[in-house]
């Protein structure tokens, strides 16, 4: 619902040509334009303010709003590709951005917006807009020895937005004649002699100190590994009047990072409220009248790998700078390639993701998810296992899947083939004594999770495997253990305790790695052949995980709904080697990922298995056998 601020707002429309930042607030207010969430409330924001403002002190100087955003394509030039050498002419959502820096003011007459935080899709021109604004605050802000800086936490991540404003400066006439370059290859700093200003690339790297920065643009601001650069530009904005620090960059993978920080800082003083709610419903509380706020998001029910009219709410930019066509690619390899969802996702739909190079998307994730009682459906049924063990501590993870049927699936030259469907669930295990610490450190609800019975967590501070043979001992009681996957790091003691025990079970290798297989043993070779199958070729994690992923994406594996297991696979990192095998990363990793690795090794062992001589086939809710009778 609309209030009555933003209804009179609508009703006085303002056309473009005279005042185009909130001409466009009230195009995205209204529906017109495609926006997210969030910037549907910077543009409210705007709009209240225009009307509240100067109760605040807060005035909109239009005539520098329009100055700032004409200097764009009056002295700046674009560079590459088929934009080389064009008018740098703003388009609406970056109009909005740059009149929205320079048009509100203070009741002294300074700048109103200080910071700025900017989230946006990839290729939706962030580098070049940004480094327009530091060329503007070097030559046209007015400031005497201004000092504008492209910052980045890496010198080359710092060098692309200084790249772009050298361009910038070598294709226009005006800029060419007026600013003087140093160093060749590379560029190294741009000096204005007029103003005795300058521009220049600054990193966490260049152990300078003591910069009194006019303006700050950092770029890529989620690959900071800390707040440091952003600490030490803001220490010295105390000697200016009113500097300005451009926070620009894609959405990322860390929720512990200062670039979260700043977003989740963001999206509130856009909302209007500390706490907002699932849908970010505009509240208009003054949280922060020196922050800019746009950041550009997805709704919560927007779906980008099903639904093409989300795209626009994370680019702006989209049919200018990227292409629907460039998109619709990669939405089918998110498709396919379920280790490049996530990637897709945070770069091209600024959805913040759990790991950089995350294997699986939730939305894949919880399609196969589903609430059963695997004793009840399965018991007395062949399973087979998978087990992650931990050296000392953390987590010992068990996984066991068992197959339920055969289904048809169509495969790409139009043929149709019966495949297995399987039941897949996981156990875990941790020391109990440590687990207040540890839960602490790893940032996860350790605690939660043994009270709902998702995580048991023995007493002592070290994993007790005593537990995990007992457990193991009375699934093969109740289901037919036909082989359990294990890797060989720390598996001797396991195997010791297993033999104390009295247990007697069929293990099998699965190195972790993905580097080497496991020679198949002589009894899966021996049952391969009385089942006329091809022998094994040893179980290995880029052919279980591809397993998996299949299983996944043809909906043919129902997993058990467990916290531990889809906090596992949100976290879970892939490496690749150049033929593109892949492997779980747990280095790399931002949560324990146990359970996944031990839930891709029993999978890998259920389809490296031959095949059971009995096998009960369904198509949906049609039995082939009736329809074979």
Not at 22 to 49: K, M, S
Not at 68 to 73: D, K, S, V
Not at 204 to 219: I, K, T
Not at 587 to 596: F, L, P, V
């Amino acid at each position: 619902m609309r209030s009555s601020t933003e209804a009179r707002w609508l009703r006085a429309r303002v056309p473009a040509e005279a005042d185009p930042v909130t001409a466009w607030a009230q195009a995205v207010v209204a529906g017109e334009v495609v926006a997210g969430p969030h910037v549907r409330n910077a543009c409210r924001r705007h709009l209240h303010d225009l009307e509240d403002g100067p109760g605040r002190g807060l005035t909109w100087d239009l005539a520098a709003a329009r100055r700032a955003i004409e200097f764009c394509p009056v002295v700046c030039r674009l560079n590459g590709g088929q934009f080389e050498g064009r008018p740098f002419t703003l388009q609406p959502s970056q109009a909005f951005k740059t009149g929205s820096l320079f048009g509100w003011k203070r009741a002294d007459g300074t700048r109103r917006f200080r910071r700025a935080y900017i989230e946006e899709g990839k290729g939706n021109g962030k580098s070049p807009w940004a480094a327009a604004t530091g060329l503007y605050g070097m030559v046209a802000d007015g400031e005497a020895r201004a000092e504008i800086y492209a910052a980045a936490s890496k010198k080359d991540q710092a060098f692309v937005l200084f790249r772009d404003a050298v361009a910038m400066v070598d294709l226009s006439p005006a800029l060419a004649r007026r600013l003087v370059k140093s160093g060749k290859q590379p560029v190294w700093n741009l000096a204005d002699p007029r103003s005795h200003s300058f521009f220049r690339p600054i990193s966490s790297e260049d152990g300078q100190s003591g910069p009194r920065p006019s303006f700050a643009l950092c770029d890529e601001v989620h690959e900071h590994r800390d707040g440091r650069v952003l600490e030490m530009l803001e220490r010295g904005f105390k000697f200016r009047r009113q500097p300005l620090l451009v926070m620009i960059t894609n959405a990322g993978t860390d929720r512990n990072s200062v670039c979260w920080g700043e977003h989740q800082h963001a999206v509130r003083v856009a909302a209007g409220t500390r706490d907002p709610d699932h849908a970010f419903t505009y509240v208009g509380e003054v949280l922060d009248d020196t922050t800019f706020s746009f950041v550009c998001a997805l709704d919560p029910d927007d779906d980008p790998l099903t639904d093409p009219g989300c795209w626009a709410k994370a680019n702006p930019l989209l049919g200018v700078t990227i292409t629907r066509d460039y998109l619709a690619g990669v939405v089918d390899q998110a498709r396919q390639i379920p280790g490049k969802l996530n990637g897709i996702l945070r770069l091209h739909f600024c959805v913040w993701t759990d790991a950089e190079t995350a294997w699986m998307g939730r939305q894949a994730l919880e399609a196969v998810l589903a609430e059963f009682d695997p004793v009840a459906e399965h018991g007395g049924k062949d399973a087979h296992g998978g087990l992650d063990l931990a050296a000392v501590q953390d987590l010992t993870a068990a996984a066991f899947v068992v197959e339920t049927g055969r289904v048809a699936v169509a495969r790409e030259d139009g043929s149709v083939a019966l495949m297995p469907t399987f039941d897949a669930w996981v156990e875990a295990w941790t020391p109990g004594d440590t687990l207040s610490a540890r839960a602490l450190r790893d940032k996860a609800p350790y605690e939660t999770w043994v009270r709902d019975g998702w995580l048991q967590a023995p007493p002592g501070k070290l994993i007790r495997n005593d537990f995990v043979v007992a457990r193991l001992a009375a699934l093969n009681a109740t289901f037919r253990l036909r082989q359990i996957a294990y890797d060989r790091h720390t598996f001797r003691r396991f195997e010791e305790d297993c033999a104390s025990f009295g247990l007697d079970l069929a293990f099998v290798e699965h190195p972790q790695g993905g580097k080497r297989r496991a020679r198949p043993t002589e009894e899966q070779v021996e049952a391969a052949r009385r089942a006329g199958v091809e022998a094994p070729q040893g179980l290995w994690m880029p052919g279980s995980i591809r397993a998996l992923e299949t299983l996944i994406l043809e909906r043919r594996i129902r997993i058990r709904r467990s916290p531990v297991l889809i906090s596992a696979a949100m976290s879970a990192v892939l490496s690749h080697d150049p033929f593109d095998n892949a492997w779980f990363e747990k280095r790399k990793a931002t949560n324990r990922i146990d359970a996944i690795v031990a839930l891709a090794m029993a999978v890998g062992a259920a389809v490296d298995a031959p095949p059971p001589v009995e096998t009960s086939i369904s198509v949906g809710f049609v039995d082939l056998w009736e329809e074979d009778a």
